[in-house]
């Protein structure tokens, strides 16, 4: 055995025996270190620096490996989309954008968007999100295909842009993008053919041929699946039915269905057929009783069938609704129609019941259930361009509540017209709701006019106020007509119709200005009434030297229309208003004499009482009589007649002062005698004319009826006591003054009777009675309201009056 110095020897030998490679140095430096703590420490230090740059390096390559195979483009955007992967799809398009993607990419990147919106629309529960959605979808992808798409996406984009565009409710829209897909092969023509005959059902105007046209298309591709096929023969069934093509729509329903909602489908189509051959037959027949029962026994097979209780069960029941209307069934066409309102609430049904539900309604008379009904329809419309309802396309929505106001107004019900067209925006434009309005509003003035005609005398003024307040209300509304449609050719026709409304209402300020705008724009039409009209409102605007102008203008520039005589009547009066009375009596004469007009004429008629008025108030009191005496005998109906009757009775009576200053002035007895028998003579004339007209105006028995009868009638009484004064009749005339303090005691003028009547006593000798009657005057004076304004009818004051009575007490 070894000693054992041998042994350690060995032992340092084998240490400091040299070693090649890395495990012998670091064998070596792990022994050397061993031999202090110093040593080990920074030897730890060392391993440990160099463990952490290994690690850093190892993790910065990694990282670089990982990012260039992480990287966000659209080709990892559309291999997401291909897998459905949405949520990742859309992560990348927005890392895309984070990351500032390249420009050419921005519409791939929308076009992922859009087809990921469009993806999603399909799964949503709500029809009316699914539309909302499709719409987003289809701006996204007409947005990528405007900025540019991969070659190999344009085809598809445009397939899927009419895609949504159809199924988001933009049908007309939708049509125009599929027409042009159409032409490309590599789309999928029949999915195509399936979508236009979906979308030109749903316009508008739903176009059916071209719908049966594209259905039948897919019905002719012989590679469909016959589920497709089933599916392709219902809607062809289904357009067909709505064409009225019945006997052609029962070959499409020769099958069974390969699912219970195909069977669902086929019977509620079925159904629908028999409703629709039940209204072809007269109404209480039986075979239309039988085919509306056949009807509902399929609607309720349907129901039954319908495996969601969706769509097809509230068909079912809104045509079941319909199948009781065809045999007079109301009152269960309307519990049909409330039950599926009730039941399924804001769904193209349920809107569909509650307008039929309305209809029902207003057929029964039943105006303020009917104006709920169409209210709550409208309420559900909702906006107009997401607007969808099979049953009730937007057309067939507007041509119904249309017929509703149409109906109101035909049977005079206007405010629940007027109700109704005020809530029919948006469902209609202002455009046309105004229109309605102008028409409604038009429809109630004529009706009113209409009543005044048979009204009473004293209700016929409460009627032409009404009739008035709506001719104006119809010119304002036709004055917003012609701003909304002031580039259009109906904005003159728009001003007339507004001129011509606030004519018959009688706002003549709002007559000028719309005739002024009018003879503006319009250099052909209705220029000389529009010139008539204008100078009429002029003159009742008190206008008379505007308006003589603008009626010389209507005269001189249009000689030849038959308007030229209301012209010259018109000019006329606003002559006499300016007192030029030769122009007004040529004109007058000219309408006469000067022309073709036949006195038949309401112009000839007019022109007579005008001139016999003229001369009457230039003091021609013979030739005013001559006229006014023609006048009335041809025309005792007409509505001068009776004031006519008066003017003479006053031309009598003016025309009896002259020979009375004669006799006075006379200087030999058979002079005086003369004058006093002519002044007589015209006295007695003008009490005949007095009392023909109090006689009239008391036998209409409508004394109160306006202001100017009673004037009339009052002024009557007084003159009749003139009259009779001056012919020395004092009694009578007393009796005739004490009509006056009779019927018109708390009238200030009743105070001119009470003189009147004290003057008939003095000559009849009777100072007594009156000084009686002048103490009566006194009583009524004080008893007259402290406020009363004397001087509108009389010639004095209150103090004028207290100082006149209390100095006659005294006589």
Not at 222 to 247: F, K
Not at 701 to 720: A, F, I, K, P, W
Not at 755 to 768: G, S
């Amino acid at each position: 055995m070894p000693d054992e110095p041998s042994k350690k020897k060995t032992a340092e030998q084998v240490a400091t025996t040299p070693q090649a490679g890395l495990g012998g140095r670091v064998a070596r430096l792990v022994h050397w270190a061993a031999d202090s703590k110093l040593r080990m420490a920074l030897v730890g230090s060392l391993f440990i620096a160099i463990f952490g740059s290994v690690f850093a390096t190892w993790s910065y390559l990694a990282h670089l490996a990982v990012s260039q195979d992480e990287r966000y483009t659209l080709a990892r955007a559309l291999v997401a989309l291909d897998e459905k992967d949405f949520d990742k799809a859309k992560h990348i398009v927005g890392e895309m954008q984070r990351q500032g993607a390249e420009s050419q990419e921005f519409g791939g990147a929308l076009f992922v968007l859009g087809a990921v919106k469009a993806a999603q629309a399909d799964l949503e529960w709500s029809k009316d999100r699914q539309r909302a959605m499709h719409l987003v979808a289809a701006r996204y992808l007409e947005k990528a295909r405007e900025l540019g798409v991969p070659e190999r996406l344009k085809t598809q984009a445009l397939f899927m842009v009419g895609q949504s565009l159809v199924k988001g409710n933009q049908p007309q829209a939708g049509i125009e993008v599929l027409q042009t897909a159409l032409a490309d092969k590599n789309l999928p023509t029949t999915e195509i053919h399936a979508l236009l005959a979906a979308a030109y059902q749903s316009t508008a105007e739903p176009d059916l041929a071209a719908a049966l046209l594209h259905n039948q298309a897919v019905l002719d591709d012989t590679s469909i699946s016959p589920q497709r096929r089933n599916t392709a023969s219902i809607t062809q069934a289904d357009i067909l039915v709505q064409l009225g093509r019945l006997e052609e729509a029962g070959k499409y329903l020769k099958f069974l269905g390969s699912n219970e909602e195909q069977q669902a489908r086929l019977k509620n189509i079925s159904g629908r057929l028999a409703i629709a051959k039940a209204q072809q037959l007269p109404i209480g027949s039986e075979p239309r009783t039988a085919l509306a029962k056949q009807a509902r026994a399929d609607l309720n097979e349907a129901q039954r069938l319908d495996p969601l209780s969706g769509d097809i069960t509230r068909q079912s029941m809104y045509w079941r609704g319909k199948s009781y209307e065809i045999t007079g069934e109301q009152a269960a066409a309307i519990q049909q129609y409330d039950q599926l309102s009730k039941a399924y609430g804001d769904t193209a049904e349920s809107q569909a019941a509650t307008l039929a539900k309305a209809d029902l309604a207003r057929q029964a008379g039943n105006r303020e259930q009917a104006l709920a009904g169409y209210r709550s329809t409208l309420e559900m419309v909702g906006d107009p361009v997401t607007y969808v309802n099979h049953l009730l396309p937007f057309s067939a929505l507007q041509e119904k509540l249309s017929r509703a106001v149409n109906d109101f107004l035909e049977k005079e019900q206007f405010e629940t017209a007027m109700a109704l067209v005020d809530t029919l925006q948006p469902v209609f434009s202002l455009t046309e709701v105004t229109e309605l309005r102008a028409q409604t509003h038009e429809k109630w003035a004529l009706a009113k006019f209409a009543e005044a005609d048979q009204a009473t005398h004293r209700e016929t003024e409460k009627y032409l106020r009404e009739g008035r307040y709506h001719h104006r209300a119809a010119g304002s509304a036709h004055e917003l007509l012609s701003e909304l449609r002031y580039a259009s050719r109906n904005f003159t026709l728009d001003l007339w119709q507004a001129a011509d409304n606030y004519y018959q209402g009688q706002s003549y300020t709002h007559v000028e200005r719309m005739l002024v705008k009018f003879l503006h724009h319009e250099a052909q039409e209705k220029q000389a009434i529009a010139l008539l009209r204008l100078g009429q409102s002029q003159l009742a605007l008190g206008k008379n030297a505007a308006a003589i102008e603008t009626l010389e203008e209507c005269i001189e520039m249009h000689p030849g229309d038959a308007l030229i005589y209301q012209a010259r009547l018109e000019c006329a009066h606003a002559n006499l208003q300016l007192d030029h009375g030769k122009r007004a009596e040529e004109l007058l004469l000219t309408n006469l004499v000067g022309g073709s007009l036949e006195p038949t004429a309401s112009e000839w008629r007019d022109s007579l009482f005008m001139l016999g008025d003229y001369l009457h108030n230039s003091n021609q009191y013979q030739a005013a009589i001559e006229k006014l005496d023609e006048a009335v005998r041809r025309y005792p109906d007409a509505p001068q007649a009776l004031l006519a009757r008066y003017t003479i009775a006053r031309s009598y009576h003016s025309a009896s002062e002259k020979p009375a200053r004669q006799a006075r002035e006379a200087k030999t007895e058979s002079e005086r005698l003369k004058n006093r028998k002519e002044r007589d003579k015209n006295l007695l004339s003008a009490l005949d004319n007095y009392l023909q007209v109090q006689r009239m105006l008391t036998l209409q028995g409508h004394v109160d009826s306006n202001d100017l009868e009673r004037t009339l009638l009052r002024n009557c009484y007084m003159m009749q006591g003139s009259v009779l004064f001056q012919l020395k009749r004092y009694e009578e005339a007393r009796k005739a003054y004490a009509n006056i303090s009779t019927f018109y005691q708390n009238e200030p003028f009743v105070l001119e009777s009470f003189v009147h009547i004290a003057n008939c006593y003095r000559r009849l000798n009777k100072p007594v009675k009156a000084k009686g009657t002048i103490e009566q005057a006194k009583l009524v004076l004080g008893r007259m309201p402290k406020e009363t304004d004397f001087k509108l009818v009389t010639n004095f004051s209150r103090q004028s009056w207290e100082l006149l009575l209390n100095e006659m007490s005294t006589w």
